[in-house]
């Protein structure tokens, strides 16, 4: 039997698109899997993780492997082709009004290493947790966040890659010129973004 | 005073909180610096090094330049769930700062109180500085251009801005001190256009730093883009900005001596910051410190021993002696703790006074203590950049939100003579992409996954296909000085200390928007030729849009604050003579962005270090053959 931790990092896979050797790689996977419980009314959880472990659900775990290319690039995109039996289970928990918002969270925890308090209108409706509301996890958290290896970057101010690397192409195009490439990609990639907002001159 | 290179880093222990406002009370200093930034730095590391002894009175806390406290500036920055440029730096009702959060729209006549800048309007800007030990650089981007000759007399050449009382070869020899001192990474061969000149042999400490993946493709584009120009033509291509970041030393620099880059700073040995890492992270804070910070320059200034800091205490008046119009004390006003506004008066007293907390902060002080001012130009003339952003999506992924923020642009356009009509621009491209416009990655993140409903594989190639191929271009425009633009107080306005706040009254110049339109039409052009598609959008409920012949826009501040207290020929037309001595008070010097006439399309610090460096040997000279008696210090 799958322990809980283990369900917790399928599902996220699924949802997020990274293999689950990758989101243990973030050393993360515990700490949301508490704060995702602690956000959550009791039970809510297990009934999105069951969600995630139906049959059709976890027949082919995403490998997460190349990054996707962009559909505008010429010569090939690394999403071809084929019945994405994820992408179906997916939009199932996506179309459900209770699971639906919960799983869109925990993409989110996992990209930005925050959690974002769920609608006012689902929390009439499903229960409401003290510890529902906007925050940084961690600063940990923060530097593990998917969004910077997603945009073949890495965190702002963090796991940084090394001088003058921003001068060639991104990874993204290389495992893109090397269609079936697979393997977990390491976290440390080029470049990364910043997220500062207002003047920066 | 030469230091061995390994200690070169060392941040002497306890130096920033060893003296007592009762120590500096009963000490008479031979300068009294006001501000513990890059120009304060610098005056106190020059000045100590030449055996004067110096007390800098700084108002943000003191512990900050070490590791220990760097590393704090840097965890609040990655918890801080609103990641603004002032994230890292702890609320400090006592020594506010602005944030860019504040700004909004303003009603002139009934400026919002609630923030530290009063603004008056019309324009709201959303520009900052930050009041922690080693000032604004803590948190600046590090670009680090010269300005061009022909910046040096705007008046008599266009019709436009002031002329310098100095000229582009007066201030050259200080800007190679200057980019000793910054460390700057750029290759000469690069940087001599528009009549900017080196000496023969010269060579930056650092070699350029590589352009960026991003700007390469946008140069596929640009490079060999012709623009035709009141009768002149400008071919335009992607060149490297200089920065003030580590790069790689340039073993020609110093007539063959090479260079030694500054790492993090410390009071112990650390290998960190040596070189850039490209970890995009400069604004606001850089977490190896491989990036210039005031703090690397007092690290030096006090091993000499000779310099003193008290820290928690912002300066609050400038008091004269009405006889001979020399200043004779600074008062300051220190607190224990930055939540509370309990504090005690001090005074500090020295032969020479040094104002050196930025151009609001100068200013301020001086009309807050009602000095008198022959010109009446005390807080006017006040200069920031205008930036204009256009954003668009790449055909191609172009490896966006990698390297240093910015890395090349368009430089070709800061000079000419359409300078009579329109301002000069520089042109950045954002390696952050669209961040600074719209929030990404975030905002993108959102969109994708709460908008579109995406999740998985789908969600990744969305987010590659969408962050990867943002190109940002931000056109920084030259401000021209108008006395009308303004920084003011107003007994109506105080922070919890009792401080009068600067009010600040503010009118992006026509000059600057005729060049904002040229600027948002080049864009344009830039976007067709490499097949972008436009995402330029700008909101009309926005704090700082303004029309300007039938088009709307945006306008972002650019933290370079100037021209508050000018400096001239003359006591009539200018605050300071051409060594930033006051006229009015032969003993006090007005530091910094303060007294530049114009800012041409250069980021101001690298001129504001190099002014600083001509005048400490002004001071200097001032100091050895001054008479003024020294009072003995009774310690
Ligand atoms: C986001 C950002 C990006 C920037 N990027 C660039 C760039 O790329 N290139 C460039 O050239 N410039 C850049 N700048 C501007 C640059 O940071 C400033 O020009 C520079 O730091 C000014 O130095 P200064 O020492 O004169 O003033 P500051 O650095 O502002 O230092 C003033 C000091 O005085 C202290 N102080 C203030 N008030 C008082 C008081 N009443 N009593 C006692 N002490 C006081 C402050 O705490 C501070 O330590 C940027 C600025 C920002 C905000
Ligand atoms: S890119 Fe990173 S290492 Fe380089 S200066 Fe900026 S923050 Fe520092």
Redesign the pocket.
């Known amino acids: 039997m799958e322990n809980r931790l283990d369900q917790f990092v399928r599902l996220s896979a699924l949802l997020t698109g990274f293999a689950p050797l990758h989101l243990l790689g973030t050393g993360m996977a515990e700490t949301y899997l508490r704060a995702t419980d602690a956000a959550l009314p009791d039970g809510v959880l297990d009934e999105l993780l069951d969600a995630g472990s139906l049959p059709s659900a976890g027949s082919a775990p995403p490998t997460g492997s190349a990054v996707p290319g962009a559909p505008a690039q010429p010569g090939g995109s690394a999403l071809a082709g084929g019945a994405d039996p994820d992408a179906a289970a997916g939009q199932a928990i996506f179309g459900d009004a209770k699971l639906g918002p919960v799983a869109r969270a925990l993409i989110l925890l996992w990209y930005r290493g925050a959690w974002t308090a769920l609608p006012q209108e689902w929390r009439s409706a499903y229960g409401a947790s003290p510890r529902d509301v906007d925050h940084v996890v961690s600063a940990e958290a923060y530097q593990a966040g998917l969004q910077w290896d997603a945009a073949g970057a890495h965190p702002a101010g963090a796991r940084q890659q090394g001088y003058g690397a921003w001068a060639s192409p991104p990874a993204a195009l290389e495992t893109e010129s090397a269609p079936g490439t697979t393997g977990v990609r390491l976290p440390r990639q080029a470049g990364a973004p910043s997220v ?1 907002e ?4 | 005073m030469a230091f061995d290179i390994d200690s070169s880093a060392i941040f002497p222990i306890g130096a920033a909180t060893r003296t007592t406002p009762q120590i500096a009370a009963r000490k008479s200093y031979d300068v009294v610096i ?9 005056l106190a590391d020059q000045l100590s090094q030449a055996g004067h002894s110096a007390v ?5 806390p003191g512990k900050d330049v070490q590791l220990d406290e760097y590393e704090a500036y840097l965890s609040r920055f990655y918890a801080a769930s609103v990641k603004d ?1 002032q994230a890292p730096y702890p609320f400090n009702p006592n ?1 506010r ?1 602005p944030r860019s959060a504040d700004a909004m729209p303003v009603t002139p006549q009934t400026p919002d109180d609630q923030y530290y800048i009063v603004q008056d309007g019309p324009f709201c800007t959303d ?19 010269r300005m061009l000759p022909e910046d040096f007399d705007t008046a008599s050449r266009f019709g436009h801005g002031r002329d310098w009382p100095l000229g582009y070869d007066d201030i050259e020899p200080y800007y190679r001190q200057a980019e000793q001192e910054l460390g700057v990474s750029a290759d000469v061969e690069d940087q001599r256009y528009l009549g900017m000149t080196f000496p023969p042999g010269y060579v930056y400490p650092m070699r350029k730093m590589p352009l960026s993946y991003l700007d390469q493709v946008v140069a596929r584009g640009v490079d060999g883009m012709r623009v035709d120009l009141d009768g002149d033509r400008y071919d335009l291509r992607i060149r490297s900005f200089p ?2 970041r580590n790069g790689v030393p340039n073993p020609d620099y110093d007539g063959g001596k090479g260079y030694q880059p500054i790492g993090a700073i410390s009071t112990y040995q650390v290998e960190e910051g040596k070189r850039c890492q490209g970890n995009n992270n ?3 804070i850089c977490p190896v410190q491989a990036k210039y910070h ?1 703090g690397k320059t007092l690290a030096k200034a006090l091993r000499t021993g000779k310099v003193d800091i008290v820290t928690q ?4 008046r400038v008091h004269v002696d009405k006889e001979s119009g020399r200043i004779s004390g600074i008062e ?1 006003k220190r607190y224990q703790d930055p939540s509370s506004p309990e504090h005690t008066t001090h005074t500090v007293h020295g032969r020479v006074y040094v104002l ?4 609001i ?2 200013a ?2 001086m009309l807050a203590s009602g000095l008198p001012s022959t010109s009446d130009l005390v807080g006017r003339n006040l200069m920031d950049h205008a930036y204009l952003l256009r954003w668009a999506l790449l055909p191609e992924i172009a490896g966006t939100f990698r390297g240093t923020n ?1 890395t090349g642009g368009i430089t070709e356009l800061r000079g000419g003579r359409f300078r009579e009509r329109q301002a000069g621009f520089a042109v950045d491209i954002h390696n952050d992409g669209w961040g600074w416009a719209t929030g990404s990655p975030y905002s993108d993140l959102l969109a994708i996954v709460d908008g579109q409903r995406k999740h998985g594989r789908d969600l990744r190639a969305a987010l590659v296909s969408q962050l990867s191929r943002q190109l940002l271009l931000a056109f920084m425009i030259e401000v021209a000085p108008e006395p009308a633009n303004r920084v003011t107080v107003d007994r109506r306005y105080r922070d919890p200390l009792g ?1 009068l706040k600067p009010v600040i009254s503010f009118r992006v110049p026509e000059y600057s928007l005729a060049g904002a339109s040229f600027g948002f039409d080049l864009a344009g052009q830039i976007f067709t030729r490499l097949g972008a598609e436009d995402h330029t959008t700008y909101d009309p409920r926005d704090y700082s849009y303004v029309e300007y012949a039938g088009r709307g826009y945006s306008i972002r501040g ?5 021209g508050t207290h000018v400096m001239g020929k003359t006591r009539h037309d200018s605050v300071t003579d051409p060594a930033q001595r006051s006229w009015d008070h032969e003993n006090l010097f007005l ?4 007294s530049m006439p114009t800012i041409g399309t ?8 190099a002014l ?1 460096y001509r005048s400490a040997s002004f001071i200097d000279t001032q100091l050895r053959t001054e008479k003024a008696p020294a009072v003995i210090s009774a310690r």
Do not use: D
């Open positions: 500062t207002g003047a920066r001159s | 006001v501000g513990g930034g890059v120009s304060g730095s610098i800098i009175v700084e108002a943000g440029n020594a700062m520009t900052t500085f930050t009041r922690v030990l080693g000032g604004t650089t803590m948190h600046w981007e590090g670009k680090a251009l920065q003030a400069c604004v606001p005031a205490a912002v300066a609050s300051y050196a907390a930025n151009a902060e100068n301020r002080l910015c401080n650019g933290n370079h604050l100037a530091v910094g962005g303060g250069s980021n101001i610090t690298l001129t504001l270090a600083a």
